[in-house]
Every structure is written in structure tokens, then in C-alpha cells.
């Protein structure tokens, strides 16, 4: 029987695996097509990072390392900063909500 612990690592391990899909394709397809601010330096690596810090996450909570509550310490901190930039530039909110909801769930598993 699961735990609620479980339940918790499980939903988070979905929403860092759907942030990372979600920040990639959308810094490759969309921002990479839109130019201009979109690709600016900061934002276009922020979201980059964004994605490779969620799959790195991921991947501690996929093989059970104890110590997956200090990556999801820094994914939730990236997500918050990911989606105050994709905020800023307007015309992505679908990345800013699924980068508060994954740095929300990355808060409470490195709680």
C-alpha cells in the first residue's frame, strides 16, 4: 500500500518530468521561432537549465536517492525563477504555471 510520502514523490516525479518536456520544447520551438527577447541570453539558459535541473530531479526521485530533497531544493528555487522570466516576457503562460506548480511540489519534497 502507498504511502502518502509515496504519493507525494510520485506526483512530483510526474509534474519535474512534465515541467522538463514542457520548458524544453518550448524553449526549442517557440522561443527559438519567436526570437527577439525569447532568446535572450538569460531567459533562453534559464529555461534550458529549467529543464535539465527537472530531469535531474526526476532522475534522483526515479532511483530512490536519499538525498533527492536537495536537488528538489534547487529545481523548485530555478522553476520559481523560470517562471517569473517566461512572466516577464508575456505570451507563455502555460510555462509559468507549470513552473509554480513544479517548484511548489519540489518545495515540499525538500521540506
Not at 516525479?13 to 519567436?34: P, V, Y
Not at 529549467?50 to 533527492?68: D, I, K, P, S, V
Not at 520559481?80 to 509559468?96: F, I, N, T
Request: overall charge negative.
Amino acid at each position: 500500500m502507498a504511502t502518502s510520502s509515496d504519493n507525494a514523490l510520485q506526483q512530483c516525479l510526474k509534474t519535474c518530468q512534465q515541467c522538463h518536456d514542457l520548458c524544453l520544447q518550448s524553449a526549442m520551438q517557440r522561443c527559438l521561432k519567436l526570437g527577439g527577447a525569447h532568446i535572450e541570453p538569460h531567459h533562453f539558459q534559464l529555461m534550458l537549465g529549467c529543464a535539465e535541473l527537472c530531469q535531474t530531479a526526476a532522475n534522483f526521485m526515479l532511483r530512490g536517492n536519499r538525498e533527492h530533497g536537495v536537488v528538489c531544493a534547487a529545481c523548485a528555487r530555478v522553476c520559481q525563477r523560470c517562471a517569473e522570466s517566461c512572466e516577464q516576457l508575456g505570451d507563455m503562460q502555460d510555462c509559468v504555471e507549470m513552473c509554480r506548480r513544479c517548484a511548489a511540489e519540489c518545495e515540499r519534497m525538500a521540506a
